[in-house]
């Protein structure tokens, strides 16, 4: 894994963003943002860390009864936070292949598919033109390469702790503060 200010590649698709011990901001609180896109234009990505607790089959009556029914129901950000998009994974010998904003059927069809992880979202994470890089420079985010089995454990709050303690003591530490520092 790799701090922000150590980036080398121009695009972060595929990549984590795990929003920074001192970050406040509630949409993006101890967060992991899956980057999909990131060009001069913007950048878009879904957290993966916030579970609603619920299915697709309990969001929408066309779910309820199909096999997406099940597919886990996460906050994906705070853009347009009625919008679903559908994202799945499939492992491959180097890490692994995004599909992002899938339509239902070919999620359905990836779904048959061994090793494929689905997840669905509501909202995600966008950034203007620059904003993202701006951001990475006051040091908001910490960039991670996808570390392997992420998506195959819970995806929940202790995500978050997990993948910033692997970047090494220091962070480990900041990583185990509570989040009222009042409560220390």
Known sequence: MRESRKISRP?????????????????FRRAIVLMSVHNAEGAMGVVLNRPMGKRLGELNGEFALGSLASVPLFHGGPVQTEQLV????????????????????????????????????????G????????????????????????LEGPQDAAMWRSVVSSLGEEWRLLAQEPDDLSAN
């Open 11 to 27: 695009s972060l698709a595929g990549s984590l963003l795990l929003a920074h011990p001192a970050l406040r901001d509630p949409n």
């Open 86 to 125: 559908l994202v799945a994974w499939q492992p491959q010998e180097d890490g692994f292949r995004l599909h992002f904003g899938v339509e239902p059927e070919r999620a359905m069809q990836l779904a048959a598919e061994e090793g494929t992880q689905l997840r669905a979202f509501l909202g995600y994470s």
């Open 127 to 150: 950034w203007g033109g620059g904003q993202l890089e701006a951001e990475l420079k006051q040091k908001t985010w910490l960039v991670a390469d996808m570390p392997a089995g992420l």
